[in-house]
């Protein structure tokens, strides 16, 4: 009895460790492939709204991004 619930608590620590790490590097991965936002789709986005960005707006917009990283 002791030892079948000592075999589950191992085997949920085990599967747990095992997700973390499997999902870690999943998402390693896509990060990889799909970066995060930057100064071209920023430029692009507002370009799309009606507005020409200078540099400066771009910078305060690619600090307000990495900020919510």
Known sequence: MLQDILLVVVGLVIGL?????????????Y????PPINEDMIKALMMQMGRKP???????????????Q
Do not use: D, H, T
């Open 17 to 29: 460790v095992v997700g973390f790490f499997g999902a870690r590097m999943f998402m390693q991965k």
């Open 31 to 34: 990060l990889k492939k799909n």
């Open 54 to 68: 200078n540099q400066k707006q771009i910078n305060q917009m690619m600090k307000a991004m990495e900020k919510y």
